[in-house]
């Protein structure tokens, strides 16, 4: 048996949660990093052989959008450690495109990894954190869920969601001695992008394909240039072991000062800047 507290990790097969879980292992926990499919998981297990000693790294496979895979992981997690002190909320994708051109299967896909697979994950842990009187929720948000680009709605509306279910949570929770954060990155290195976009599929006779486009070449732009995530697991790892986090950690180059902007300044300039930023 191990006394390091238990970590709970969601969508680790890259990016963020594959980051996070070898950063959770080097600050202390044993984090249990689940993936929907862990044939996917080489990329993982490599980056923790450089870095860790792997008995503290376990990999299972889940499902966030299915509640019966949620219940019997979170069971079998119990069974074997009886407590979760850490989830973080990682799963999620990003769907591109226009409002008007995304099916309504496509905006229900974005609802269920995104905000439902969220929820269900967090109620199945919120029991055993209350009875504790202990625990920590990391939900990762976005700079999309405090302001919605164009052409990527979905994703932008399910971020928003997280956001508001983050800040009634956190008030519920609160007085049982858990803390329930928020980390709100800008634009980084991680594949998310190029899945959710290369997805995006742009019809030829579509009215929006010049703006389609011009988005296309903006992300194209962000993949090459972001920064590797560096700064977003630093947050995490802040996050899940200072004693009394704060509610959002923003990170990243002019999240801040968008998030400012958004507040201070007359939303018709907003308006303007985005759209001469829009215009092929």
């Known amino acids: ?5 238990i970590a709970l990790v969601t969508g680790t097969s890259s990016g963020f949660g594959m980051h996070a879980s070898v950063a959770l292992v080097k600050a202390g926990f044993h984090v249990i990093s689940t993936m929907r499919d862990t044939s996917k998981r080489a990329e993982l297990d490599k980056l923790a052989s450089m870095y860790l000693a792997s008995e503290h ?3 299972l496979s889940l499902d966030v959008t299915s509640p019966a895979e949620i219940s019997r992981t979170v069971a079998s997690i119990l069974n074997r450690h009886q407590t979760i002190d850490l989830l973080l909320n990682n799963a999620g994708h990003a769907c591109g495109g226009y409002v008007e051109e995304i099916t309504s299967e496509e905006w229900r896909q974005q609802f269920e990894v995104n905000v439902f697979g969220l929820i269900e994950v967090t109620r199945a842990v919120l029991p055993i954190m209350r009875e504790q009187k202990s625990g920590r929720i990391i939900n990762l948000s976005s700079i999309s869920g405090r302001f919605g680009f164009p052409g990527l709605a979905p994703y932008s509306a399910s971020k928003h969601a997280v956001e508001g279910f983050s800040e009634s949570l956190r008030l519920e929770m609160l007085p049982f001695g858990i803390h329930v954060v928020l980390i709100e990155p800008g634009s980084y290195r991680t594949s998310i992008w190029e ?7 742009i019809r030829s006779d579509s009215p929006y394909q010049k703006q389609m486009n011009q988005m296309m070449k903006m992300v194209g732009k962000i993949a090459r240039d972001a920064p590797v995530p560096d700064e977003v697991i630093a947050a995490i790892v802040h996050a899940a072991t200072t004693p009394k986090p704060r509610l959002r950690y923003p990170v990243g180059r002019g999240v801040r000062l968008t998030m400012m902007a958004k507040q201070c300044l ?9 759209l001469r930023k829009m215009k092929p």
């Open 1 to 5: 048996m191990h006394n390091r507290p």
């Open 57 to 59: 790294l376990e990999v």
């Open 266 to 274: 007359p939303w018709k300039w907003i308006e303007s800047v985005v």
């Open 195 to 201: 899945k959710g976009i290369a997805q995006a599929h």
